[in-house]
Nanobody, 122 residues
Framework: QVQLVESGGGLVQAGGSLRLSCAAS????????MGWFRQAPGKEREFVAA????????IYGDSVKGRFTISRDNAKNTVYLQMNSLKSGDTAVYYC???????????????WGQGTQVNVSS
């Protein structure tokens, strides 16, 4: 079965950095669009970033542009999210997702991980 397992979350001070990883199994990773979403308490799940199967094309949510970078290693079946200049507003559970087209909408993704918590202290 398909599994997406996120890691790398934790507590960081505002202005700091974290790198999230998502290891995929049970699917043809190199042919999949991969994305990151996040959900803060009491809020809807929000698009963060996505990239094509080759990694050559990326899109970002407005709130993270210029601070976050999505990348992938198809040899390791892993997608990454490098988060810099973190703010308290970035506090959320971060989810990776596998989809069939690059999109900011949840409906484009058919497999989801369980999430990893990121807490940014101010």
């Amino acid at each position: 079965q398909v599994q997406l397992v996120e890691s790398g979350g934790g507590l960081v001070q505002a202005g700091g950095s974290l790198r999230l990883s998502c290891a995929a199994s049970g699917l043809t990773f190199s042919s999949r669009v991969m994305g990151w979403f996040r959900q803060a308490p009491g809020k809807e799940r929000e698009f963060v970033a996505a990239l094509t199967s080759t990694g050559y094309s990326t899109i970002y949510g407005d709130s993270v542009k210029g601070r976050f970078t999505i990348s992938r290693d198809n040899a390791k079946n892993t997608v990454y999210l490098q988060m810099n200049s973190l703010k308290s507003g970035d506090t959320a559970v971060y989810y990776c997702a596998a989809g069939t087209r690059v999109s900011s909408t949840r409906a484009a993704y058919d497999y989801w991980g369980q999430g990893t918590q990121v807490n940014v202290s101010s």
